[in-house]
């Protein structure tokens, strides 16, 4: 990330004697604090805090007793954390399966200035509004086996109990999940596509390229930025999917969807073992920084030249 | 991104672009529709009519069953929780963002500073939330609505730094430079430069962190437990498991509580929209 481009120092010379240097970068650093201890106290300091409660026992009522490595040996010894990495796992990949494709697509679609399909942008975005609360009790109310969509309307297919099967239950997620964010992941795919210059199509017709052979060999390869940021954004952010899983399904039917954050909550503030629970939420913190740098890793070292360059 | 700039080739016919635009308009829609329809239905009409067509009579007394519920009082809650949380957040992220581009070229400590918001944005609210409930019941603030501000504010402020530096950062140096011949301080340049030249930054980051914040679910449900301090998504998850037969109650419910989101939404449509677009789409 780049600070402020160091272009400055040549006016900062030509200040008159007395004034403070540089802008006088001391009469601002006080700026900085307020946000900088708000930070500190409620986000360094329980990343710390978690680390180090990882490491102890506590049981909500009682105090925080040192515990070494108790919590973590009863977490990695227990089928249920790899079972909750699984589904973890498995939301991960099929979200970003489903997500991807429809999104570059209708990115493209989107990226046309047609004044309908700026409308039509607007109507996309209003999932994204609505808690994720809001929206699993309406996906339940309307997947209810017997009182659902499927139910008054006498469709077959749609009168399946959707979330009393673990595999369906899954599904659902996963489709409530892209129901929510395909429409944000669109937009990030409609801003990378009109940035990429109109003379390579133009070169390409010229060539003789069709639609879909543009799409291959223009669009996607200088998407490739934009399909690193979108992803990196998807694969992160469902690791801590919670909300919409706990008001869903609850981690159920059984422990089919009970996904890292769920298994860490319902350990923590369910069964009240708050060691094993710091535990998981290290390893949920470790997941996403590995996830974070390896995907950054795929897009190279020159993240920050233009993909445009010699265009 | 010059809108007006005509493309010749995005405009070309898109088979399947706008075969998959459609069909995902009538995924988005069509459950939204069936939330405000079966919302206006009496309770007893709802499993025998059909569920896509609109009631003859629409009532509001699904409404005025919600509002009795309370939900006056979450409403209150949940404005409190955001507005205390997102303007203090904003407020100093957008300081933090000016003494970083202001004061970052000359000093390590605000490089520093600005190296910990970036990674900051790694760390997920969901991760930390045990030892946040372990300090707010240090501080005795467990079952408070201060408990659901602290963290709400901290967790606003990377993002919002990030976002508003960026902004600050496209002021033009000779715009401040003559602001320091005229003898302004930088705290009077703060005001007089850089809030108005930032101004669609600060809404757009004050209508995303709004809606983060009146969203939020993790922080209300753990570190409050008494109905007075329910905020609205977690009311709208007890109002639903205690009502569940209620469907058109439930939906109503839903619609009141983001009512207020999509009012926002409309006002500032355009400033978050391209906001977005161009703080992810590069």
């Known amino acids: ?311 | 991104m010059a809108a007006s700039v005509k493309r010749p080739r995005l405009s070309q016919w898109n088979f399947l672009g706008g075969l998959a635009g459609w069909l995902w308009l009538a995924i988005v829609i069509v459950p939204i529709y069936w939330i405000v329809i079966t919302s206006l239905k009496v309770s007893g009409d709802y499993y025998s009519t059909n569920p896509l067509v609109p009631p003859t009579s629409p009532t509001l007394e699904n409404y005025r069953f919600v509002l009795e519920n309370d939900f006056v009082r979450y409403f209150t809650n949940s404005t409190i929780v955001t507005l205390g949380a997102v303007l203090p957040a904003v407020l100093m992220s957008f300081m933090a963002g000016y003494a970083i581009i202001r004061g970052g070229a000359a000093s390590r400590f605000l490089r520093g500073v600005n190296g910990l918001f970036l990674m900051g944005l790694a760390i997920p609210l969901q991760a930390v939330i045990i030892p946040i409930y372990l300090i707010i019941i240090k501080i005795q603030m467990y079952d408070t609505l201060g408990a659901i501000i602290l963290p709400s504010l901290a967790f606003a402020i990377p993002l919002s730094v990030l976002v508003l530096s960026n902004f600050i950062r496209d002021v033009p140096k000779e715009l401040f430079e003559s602001m320091r011949m005229d003898g302004a301080t930088e705290w009077g340049t703060l005001w007089r430069l850089a809030f108005p030249l930032t101004r669609p930054a600060l809404v757009t980051v004050t209508i995303y962190q709004g809606l983060t914040v009146w969203n939020g679910f993790v922080l209300p449900l753990i570190l409050t437990q008494s109905p007075e301090q329910r905020t609205l998504p977690l009311a709208l998850w007890e109002f639903q498991g205690q009502y569940s037969v209620n469907i058109p109650a439930v939906l109503a419910s839903v619609v009141l509580t983001t009512l207020p989101i999509l009012t926002l939404y409309v006002i500032g449509r355009r400033q978050l929209l391209s906001g977005l677009t161009a703080g992810f789409g590069k």
Not at chain 1, 20 to 30: D, E, P, Q, T
Not at chain 1, 168 to 175: E, M, Q, S, Y
Request: glycine content about 10%; some cysteine.
């Open chain 1, 1 to 311: 990330m780049t600070i402020a481009p160091p272009l400055a120092p040549a006016p900062v010379e030509t200040a008159p004697p007395g004034s403070k240097l540089a802008g006088g970068s001391g009469s601002v650093s006080w700026m900085a604090w307020p946000a900088l201890i708000a930070f500190t106290l409620f986000g360094l300091v329980p990343l710390v805090g978690v680390f180090l409660l990882s490491f102890t026992e506590w049981n909500i009522s009682g105090a925080v007793k040192p515990a070494g490595l108790d919590s973590w040996r009863t977490v990695l010894a227990d089928p249920d954390l790899l079972h909750s990495l699984w589904v973890t796992f498995l939301i991960m990949a099929f979200s970003w399966l489903v997500q991807t494709p429809l999104s570059i697509l209708i990115g493209v679609f989107l990226a046309s200035h047609q004044r309908y399909r700026a409308v039509l942008a607007v109507l996309y975005f209003i999932p994204l509004l609505l808690s994720q609360a809001a929206i699993s009790i309406t996906y339940k109310a309307l997947l209810d086996p017997n009182f659902g969509l499927g139910a008054s309307l006498g469709w077959e297919f749609l009168q399946q109990d959707w979330l009393g099967d673990p595999v369906l239950a899954l599904g659902v997620v996963v489709f409530v999940v892209s129901w929510q964010f395909i429409p944000f992941h669109s937009l990030i795919y409609q801003g990378g596509v009109r940035q990429i210059p109109t003379s390579m199509y133009e070169a390409a017709q010229i060539d003789g390229a069709g639609r879909i052979r543009q799409f291959f060999s223009i669009t996607l390869p200088q998407l490739k930025y934009t399909i690193i940021t979108s992803s990196t954004l998807m694969v992160v952010g469902s690791l801590t999917f919670f909300d919409l899983i706990w008001v869903l399904t609850a981690g159920g039917p059984g422990d089919a969807t009970s996904a890292l954050a769920v298994e860490m909550y319902q350990r923590g503030f369910k069964a009240n073992l708050m060691g094993p629970a710091s535990a998981i939420a290290v390893i949920l913190v470790l997941c996403g920084l590995v996830l974070a740098l390896g995907l950054r890793r795929l897009g190279g070292r020159n993240q920050a030249d233009s993909q445009l360059e010699g265009v």
